[in-house]
């Protein structure tokens, strides 16, 4: 069960248990890591079509910011959320690169199918059958992950994976941009689409399953039930902590990202070309730099004090939130795009985080459906809500013709970070009064 380096064993990964040659050994789980990463970047970035494309939906729909709100948002956390759970429990008690495949292919298709929506209606149905497919995509990656690296490396892994959403809001918003300047918002969606039908056909033919809780010891008893889990997850002072103030924190992320585009078009004058651009830069950096750093700093800082998983995002935190008032205060774009750049990175601390933690804390046979119970939290409060409130506070501003109505709307997002703060400085000090709860030493 126990081995000292993040390669899959041979009898695991080969078809006819053969040895493998020694740099395939080594380079299997960066591999993995490497496809887990790119699937991630197509998920996120069918996600952030939406909000990347938002104008000339709008133009083309006739939409409102409120509709905008609910179809990023709440329709698309309720599939998310609700899904996640059963593919969570499936997925722990059979072949998890099997379902991210189906997973990658039915989130792919329902993309196209959001190209070819002709009313709010059919966008709104697409989007759902989004969410239905993305549910499968990140919590059995989490779990794969855990089994292609030590514990030590984990922090790392998923600061690399964690790449995904920059990576993909990035090459959505450069591609996404680029491809509705030129010729229309539909054939982003169809185009990106057809590309994850091809990578789900590949993922399922060549990327293998990894021997599931090979770097832990032997877990006590029979499995744990689906109810044993759930009852576990939300139970668990440090689970639920992380949990709450990771979605919190999503509130932001969320409602901030879902309608960064249309601000900066709205507010700051630039234009879908510039978006292309500059504002892909600053996702693609910003975010990734949170990540990678974030990831370094949890493998350096844990093993001297578990106290890292909560007080780390609570530093980050606190200097976001002057950074990003600032964003949505400042006039020129250039310089909302510099503060922005620095905003992002603050921003994106908190997941490799929550992520690494929750893994660490269960179970080898518990990690799919904790990782989705994870996500559920997360994303009922941030996803579903964060977007959401953004798109109705904008319509009530506007609605009673006060100016800069969704300049308002993202000002009224600024406490969730002094609740977010509150959260992680809680699940520090619950990890500094008992460090060993539920963490292997």
């Not at 002072?237 to 709450?244: D, F, K, N, V, Y």
């Not at 609570?314 to 795009?337: E, K, N, Q, R």
């Not at 409130?389 to 600024?414: E, T």
């Amino acid at each position: 069960m126990g081995h000292a380096s993040g390669d899959f064993s041979p009898a695991s990964s080969h078809p006819h248990g053969a040895k493998l040659p020694g740099a395939l050994k080594v380079l299997r789980p960066r591999i993995t890591l490497f496809v887990l990463t790119f699937v991630y970047v197509l998920n996120f970035l069918d996600r952030q079509l939406l909000g990347i494309l938002a104008k000339p939906i709008q133009d083309t729909l006739h939409i409102t910011d409120g509709q905008l709100g609910l179809i990023g948002g709440l329709y698309f956390a309720i599939f998310y959320c609700v899904v996640a759970i059963p593919v969570g429990w499936l997925a722990d008690r059979s072949n998890r690169v099997g379902i991210v495949a189906l997973a990658c292919a039915i989130w792919s298709a329902a993309t196209i199918s959001c190209g070819m929506a002709g009313s709010f209606a059919q966008l709104v149905a697409a989007r759902m059958v989004v969410g239905f497919g993305e549910a499968g995509g990140v919590p059995p990656s989490y779990a794969i992950i855990s089994d292609s690296f030590a514990p030590g490396r984990r922090g790392t892994a998923f600061g690399l994976y964690n790449l995904g959403p920059p990576i993909g809001a990035a090459l959505g918003i450069a591609f996404g941009a680029s491809i509705a300047a030129a010729f229309d918002w539909r054939y982003a969606f169809i185009a990106i689409g057809i590309v994850g039908v091809v990578t789900a056909v590949l993922i399922k033919l060549f990327l293998p399953e990894p021997a599931r809780g090979r770097f832990d010891p032997a877990p006590d008893g029979n499995a744990p039930s689906f109810r044993d889990t759930i009852v576990m997850f939300f139970t668990h002072p440090l689970l639920l902590l992380a949990s709450l103030a990771s979605g919190v924190t999503q509130l932001v992320t969320y409602g901030l990202g879902n309608f960064a585009v249309l601000f900066l078009m709205r507010e700051k004058g630039m234009n879908l070309h510039q978006i292309a651009i500059w504002y892909a830069l600053v996702m693609g950096l910003g975010m990734s730099a949170g990540m990678i750093v974030s990831g370094r700093v949890i493998d350096r800082m844990a093993p001297r004090s578990r106290t890292i998983y909560g007080t780390g995002p609570a530093v980050s935190l606190m200097a976001a939130l002057p950074l990003y008032l600032a964003f949505v205060w400042v006039h020129s774009w250039p310089l909302a795009l510099i503060v922005l750049t620095v905003l992002m990175t603050l921003n994106y601390f908190y997941l490799s985080s929550s992520v690494a933690l929750v893994q660490l804390s269960v179970r080898p046979d518990q990690r799919v459906l904790s990782g989705a119970l994870l996500l559920l939290v997360m994303n009922f409060i941030g996803l579903g809500l964060g977007p959401t409130f953004v798109g109705a506070v904008s319509d009530y501003v506007a609605a009673r013709h006060i100016p800069h109505a969704l300049q308002v709307a993202l000002y009224a997002l600024a406490p969730a970070y002094v609740g977010a703060i509150i959260l992680f400085l809680l699940l520090a000090r619950r990890l500094r009064r008992e460090p060993t709860e539920g963490l292997p030493q």
